[in-house]
């Protein structure tokens, strides 16, 4: 299993301009999430999903958007991008409601 | 919502020596505190997690202990070695609501030779 897949890994924005961050799991796991981690802080989720078709706002989604098509796949779309949100994105999956969280390996954005 | 403050935010001991971080939470319907490590450059990865019906639990060199009634609980890190240099946070979440994680600021521990 080559688990949570994150690309890209890393990209540089212009303000204004749009991107997807994608992410791929293939534990067939029902929940998966985006966090951003600033420097210095813990993680923030962004969205989240309960399953294909299904997905809610987490602490921070202002300036994102996602869409779950399908159980394998949650990509994160950036509109009008902003240097507020650059960032390290971290798309995560699990298994059940409360457990064990399985993090990609992260998209460093810079938006300049 | 949930708010987990974590300290210390800078950890510095000895090998051989023990570390303790700990966490406190602000909504006493959270049920479920995992702790992850992170390393330089890596995802975060689940080291020990526990639930609010156990008052500890143990993992080798890791313990993680609960006081439901203060609303804090603390990761203990025993005969310390560099590989446990990282950051480490910790996090909570309410039953019921799909896992959304409450994360603490981290916190960076070095282990000095």
């Known amino acids: 299993n080559a688990g949570v897949t994150q690309t890209p890994k890393f990209r540089i924005l212009k303000i204004g301009q749009s991107m997807t961050l994608q992410c791929a799991q293939d534990m067939n796991h029902n929940y998966m999430y985006w966090y951003r981690q600033d420097p210095g802080m813990g993680l923030k989720l962004i969205y989240y999903s309960v399953g294909a078709g299904i997905t809610d706002k987490g602490e921070v989604p202002n300036g994102y958007n996602v869409s779950r098509s399908t159980t394998e796949d949650f990509p994160l779309r950036l509109e009008l991008a902003a240097p507020s949100q650059t960032s390290v994105y971290f798309c995560a999956s699990s298994y059940t409601q409360q457990g064990e969280a399985f993090f990609g390996q992260g998209t460093r954005l810079t938006v300049v | 919502g949930e708010n987990v403050e974590q300290h210390p935010s800078t950890l510095s001991v000895q090998e051989g020596d023990s570390a303790v971080i700990k966490c406190t939470y602000s909504d006493s319907a959270s049920n479920y505190f995992p702790w992850y490590k992170q390393e330089l450059g890596k995802r975060p990865q689940l080291i020990i997690d526990i639930r609010s019906n156990v008052g500890e639990k143990k993992d080798q060199r890791i313990a993680v202990t609960l006081n439901k009634t203060a609303k804090h609980f603390s990761l203990h890190i025993t005969e310390t070695q560099p590989e446990d240099s990282a950051v480490y946070f910790c996090?909570?979440?309410?039953?019921?609501?799909?896992?959304?994680?409450?994360f603490g600021t981290g916190t960076r521990l070095q282990v000095t030779l």
């Open positions: 996090a909570a979440s309410l039953a019921g609501t799909a896992s959304k994680l409450t």
